[in-house]
């Protein structure tokens, strides 16, 4: 495991998408430092041949039949939306 | 137990129904006055709704009265976390990001329990997105606990625990990733599952982390958790994690099942960190058992101490994944300050998402990120396997397991503001969640200060009617779940 010393927080701030304040890049930093430290515990354990757990019991995928089941209305659907004009969900402008 | 009605169990109260002693509406009407005495002090709903709550009751008072009362559930207020769905109500997740959303469906369990024809009752409160173990991470505001006001229910489904221990509801579902239904329901002194993973469907639950997160009940005595876990158990073709399993009579279980039966103490959860109170309690207990015939066995789940690591890279790596999907585009909270869509992403989820968020999003993001990944995620998930390993070994020897299930009784507001000693108060209920077991807290007595000390039974892969039975021959000869708050 690498030093948990070489956290970059603007890098990993910008691939979560998340805009932080200069007071939570230096707290976050400091505290996650730690709470790495602690996690470091984990080069102790000898995980040779030892397979990964993704989940406790083994997921297999499901297949359903291709039919049309009723699902939300549209106005059901489009009732939580921040912004919305005939039917649609409004966003910024993405193409100029 | 207490004689006043909104503290009853649901199988007192279904007894009661049945001879119609009282209606539902009667029922209801008592849990809602009691809700508006002591909301004030213990805050553990986010939003409730008499009179749709009262409509419901209406509906099973008008069944039972035509003979097609639906079973013990049938007219019974039960209190929802706040990140299960109910059709028509708010869904909060305690943040600010969905502090306006509106659940379009029901989620499955919630489907369940009204088959069953019980109350839904109540939004209650939680850590932001299940992420806490005190209730203190709420956006909205923080739940007491009902023995002691200054002091923390428990997390993250702290309003769950807290709304029944105070006679606000009969009983609560809640959710359980690390301990958020075993560790507040020791704090507060009542009984909470957290069945098998895959036993209870997730579709409708906020997810958090994936991989480690069900849904479970909160009840008065072990009985009632059979009564709510019957409801709620059972595949569900919408959550393809959900497993296909006969589901036995449970209730019918406790009385079937009669041991003696052979008890694992782990030796590495009655180390360093444990309060001696706790201890003696959980000893006592422990106990009880022998004297039942029970043989008590030393067992040894050898990696525990790995166990919070473990968990702070998983669950925090599956709620970096899954909270990207609140972006401000198509529901949740949108910052009206962005210049372009990008921005839009960047701004929203900084103002929609409360500290603890942000911090699980950016260490999961960080462990999950290039170059890192081998190093802890996928170590993680090593480690994981020897985890639920350990258990599986103990299980050739034993039937189930029992351990306290917090280090210390309630601690108070404000105490643990470092995350990492928050983090450290999963210790005994998280390698739970990682080998996908069942564990059940039930209240086991009291410290010198009136604070409620849980124990925690670990059963074997879906074999709820085991640990269910083994808990139930403790409960049902003791009355700690009987003793109510003074608020």
Same mark, same amino acid.
């Given at each position: 495991? $690498? *030093?948990?010393?070489?956290?970059?927080?603007?890098? #990993?701030?910008? %691939?979560?998408?998340?805009?932080? /304040?200069?007071? @939570?890049?230096?707290?976050? $930093? *400091?505290?996650?430092?730690?709470?790495?430290?602690? #996690?470091?515990? %984990?080069?102790?354990?000898?995980? /040779?041949?030892? @397979?990964?757990?993704?989940?406790?019991?083994?997921?297999?995928?499901?297949?359903?039949?291709?039919?049309?089941?009723?699902?939300?209305?549209?106005?059901?659907?489009?009732?939580?939306?921040?912004?919305?004009?005939?039917?649609?969900?409004?966003?910024?402008?993405?193409?100029? | 137990?207490?004689?006043?009605?909104?503290?009853?169990?649901?199988?007192?109260?279904?007894?009661?129904?049945?001879?119609?002693?009282?209606?539902?509406?009667?029922?209801?009407?008592?849990?809602?006055?009691?809700?508006?005495?002591?909301?004030?002090?213990?805050?553990?709903?986010?939003?409730?709704?008499?009179?749709?709550?009262?409509?419901?009751?209406?509906?099973?008072?008008?069944?039972?009265?035509?003979?097609?009362?639906?079973?013990?559930?049938?007219?019974?207020?039960?209190?929802?976390?706040?990140?299960?769905?109910?059709?028509?109500?708010?869904?909060?997740?305690?943040?600010?990001?969905?502090?306006?959303?509106?659940?379009?469906?029901?989620?499955?369990?919630?489907?369940?329990?009204?088959?069953?024809?019980?109350?839904?009752?109540?939004?209650?409160?939680?850590?932001?997105?299940?992420?806490?173990?005190?209730?203190?991470?709420?956006?909205?505001?923080?739940?007491?606990?009902?023995?002691?006001?200054?002091?923390?229910?428990?997390?993250?489904?702290?309003?769950?625990?807290?709304?029944?221990?105070?006679?606000?509801?009969?009983?609560?579902?809640?959710?359980?990733?690390?301990?958020?239904?075993?560790?507040?329901?020791?704090?507060?002194?009542?009984?909470?599952?957290?069945?098998?993973?895959?036993?209870?469907?997730?579709?409708?639950?906020?997810?958090?982390?994936?991989?480690?997160?069900?849904?479970?009940?909160?009840?008065?005595?072990?009985?009632?958790?059979?009564?709510?876990?019957?409801?709620?158990?059972?595949?569900?073709?919408?959550?393809?994690?959900?497993?296909?399993?006969?589901?036995?009579?449970?209730?019918?279980?406790?009385?079937?099942?009669?041991?003696?039966?052979?008890?694992?103490?782990?030796?590495?959860?009655?180390?360093?960190?444990?309060?001696?109170?706790?201890?003696?309690?959980?000893?006592?207990?422990?106990?009880?058992?022998?004297?039942?015939?029970?043989?008590?066995?030393?067992?040894?789940?050898?990696?525990?101490?790995?166990?919070?690591?473990?968990?702070?890279?998983?669950?925090?790596?599956?709620?970096?994944?899954?909270?990207?999907?609140?972006?401000?585009?198509?529901?949740?909270?949108?910052?009206?300050?962005?210049?372009?869509?990008?921005?839009?992403?960047?701004?929203?989820?900084?103002?929609?998402?409360?500290?603890?968020?942000?911090?699980?999003?950016?260490?999961?993001?960080?462990?999950?990120?290039?170059?890192?990944?081998?190093?802890?995620?996928?170590?993680?998930?090593?480690?994981?396997?020897?985890?639920?390993?350990?258990?599986?070994?103990?299980?050739?020897?034993?039937?189930?397991?029992?351990?306290?299930?917090?280090?210390?009784?309630?601690?108070?507001?404000?105490?643990?503001?470092?995350?990492?000693?928050?983090?450290?108060?999963?210790?005994?209920?998280?390698?739970?969640?990682?080998?996908?077991?069942?564990?059940?807290?039930?209240?086991?007595?009291?410290?010198?200060?009136?604070?409620?000390?849980?124990?925690?039974?670990?059963?074997?892969?879906?074999?709820?009617?085991?640990?269910?039975?083994?808990?139930?021959?403790?409960?049902?000869?003791?009355?700690?779940?009987?003793?109510?708050?003074?608020?």
């Amino acid at each position: 495991m $690498s *030093a948990p010393t070489d956290l970059n927080i603007d890098r #990993i701030a910008t %691939l979560a998408r998340l805009a932080l /304040t200069p007071e @939570e890049r230096e707290k976050f $930093s *400091a505290q996650l430092v730690d709470v790495l430290a602690n #996690i470091e515990k %984990l080069r102790e354990v000898d995980v /040779t041949g030892v @397979e990964p757990t993704a989940h406790a019991f083994p997921v297999y995928n499901v297949w359903a039949d291709d039919v049309a089941q009723p699902g939300l209305s549209v106005e059901d659907a489009l009732r939580n939306a921040p912004a919305q004009r005939d039917n649609m969900i409004v966003v910024p402008k993405v193409v100029e | 137990m207490s004689s006043e009605i909104f503290n009853k169990s649901i199988a007192e109260l279904a007894a009661l129904l049945e001879a119609k002693a009282i209606t539902s509406v009667e029922l209801t009407r008592a849990v809602i006055a009691r809700t508006q005495a002591v909301e004030e002090k213990v805050k553990a709903f986010n939003s409730y709704d008499p009179a749709d709550a009262l409509a419901q009751a209406a509906a099973s008072d008008a069944r039972r009265a035509d003979g097609q009362a639906r079973g013990p559930l049938d007219g019974i207020p039960i209190g929802i976390k706040d990140v299960i769905a109910v059709t028509g109500q708010p869904l909060t997740a305690s943040s600010k990001m969905l502090a306006n959303f509106v659940s379009p469906y029901d989620a499955t369990v919630t489907q369940k329990l009204r088959q069953a024809g019980a109350v839904i009752w109540g939004r209650l409160n939680l850590d932001e997105f299940a992420m806490g173990s005190s209730t203190e991470n709420s956006a909205f505001h923080t739940t007491r606990n009902p023995y002691d006001l200054e002091r923390v229910p428990g997390g993250s489904s702290g309003g769950s625990a807290a709304a029944l221990a105070a006679g606000e509801a009969i009983a609560t579902l809640g959710s359980d990733t690390g301990g958020s239904i075993r560790q507040p329901a020791a704090l507060c002194n009542v009984v909470g599952l957290k069945p098998t993973y895959g036993l209870v469907s997730r579709f409708g639950l906020i997810a958090f982390a994936s991989s480690l997160d069900q849904i479970g009940p909160f009840t008065r005595t072990v009985e009632d958790a059979a009564i709510a876990l019957q409801a709620i158990a059972g595949h569900d073709e919408r959550d393809s994690t959900s497993f296909k399993v006969e589901i036995p009579d449970y209730r019918a279980a406790l009385k079937t099942k009669k041991g003696p039966w052979r008890l694992g103490i782990p030796k590495e959860y009655f180390g360093e960190g444990l309060d001696p109170e706790v201890a003696a309690a959980v000893q006592k207990a422990v106990d009880y058992y022998r004297s039942l015939g029970c043989e008590i066995k030393p067992v040894s789940l050898p990696h525990t101490e790995y166990g919070v690591g473990v968990y702070y890279i998983i669950a925090t790596a599956e709620c970096s994944s899954n909270l990207a999907r609140y972006d401000g585009i198509r529901y949740g909270h949108r910052s009206t300050e962005a210049k372009d869509v990008v921005d839009l992403y960047f701004k929203s989820r900084a103002e929609g998402f409360g500290p603890e968020v942000k911090r699980r999003i950016i260490l999961g993001t960080y462990v999950l990120s290039s170059g890192y990944y081998d190093a802890y995620y996928l170590r993680a998930q090593k480690v994981r396997t020897l985890i639920r390993q350990d258990f599986l070994n103990a299980y050739k020897e034993v039937d189930a397991i029992i351990t306290p299930t917090t280090p210390t009784p309630a601690f108070k507001r404000g105490a643990k503001a470092d995350p990492l000693a928050m983090y450290l108060c999963d210790v005994y209920t998280i390698g739970v969640n990682l080998a996908g077991l069942p564990g059940i807290s039930i209240p086991c007595g009291f410290s010198s200060g009136g604070l409620p000390i849980g124990m925690q039974l670990i059963g074997q892969p879906f074999q709820e009617a085991d640990l269910l039975a083994i808990a139930h021959a403790y409960d049902s000869k003791h009355d700690w779940s009987r003793k109510t708050p003074n608020l």
